[in-house]
């Protein structure tokens, strides 16, 4: 469960850091992305544990509410599924069009953009 949330707040992360402070950037970047400790990021910002937990947990709760509003992440997920079924309906059907497969490979390049 642990590795589902992380990579979860990880995908919101991306499409909403943006939209973040400076330190709701660099708390979450440190505590998800590198792997640091609470006590660690406390240490580099010279705040208390306990600030840098609850700075964290809000992140998370604001990175839910924009999902919850704007569907970037749940309509990405859509859309990478669909990418999916076409390329492997144009491999299984149309594996001699050339054209056809290139264009479904530009469309996986661009959504991993």
């Given at each position: 469960m642990e590795?589902e949330k992380?990579y979860?707040?990880?995908?919101?992360?991306?499409f909403?850091?943006?939209?973040?402070?400076?330190?709701?950037?660099d708390?979450?970047?440190?505590?998800?992305?590198d792997d640091?400790?609470l006590?660690?990021i406390?240490?580099?910002f010279?705040?208390?544990?306990q600030?840098?937990?609850?700075?964290i947990?809000r992140?998370e709760?604001?990175l839910?509410?924009?999902e919850?509003k704007?569907h970037?992440y749940a309509?990405?997920?859509?859309r990478?599924q669909q990418?999916?079924?076409?390329?492997?309906?144009v491999?299984?059907?149309?594996?001699d069009d050339?054209?056809?497969?290139?264009l479904?490979?530009?469309?996986e390049s661009?959504?991993?953009?």
């Amino acid at each position: 469960m642990e590795i589902e949330k992380n990579y979860r707040i990880n995908s919101l992360f991306e499409f909403y850091q943006p939209l973040l402070t400076k330190k709701q950037n660099d708390y979450l970047e440190l505590y998800y992305g590198d792997d640091y400790s609470l006590g660690e990021i406390a240490e580099n910002f010279h705040v208390s544990r306990q600030a840098v937990y609850d700075n964290i947990k809000r992140t998370e709760s604001i990175l839910e509410d924009y999902e919850a509003k704007l569907h970037l992440y749940a309509e990405f997920q859509v859309r990478n599924q669909q990418a999916d079924r076409i390329q492997r309906y144009v491999r299984e059907n149309y594996p001699d069009d050339a054209t056809l497969n290139h264009l479904v490979n530009h469309l996986e390049s661009l959504e991993e953009e």
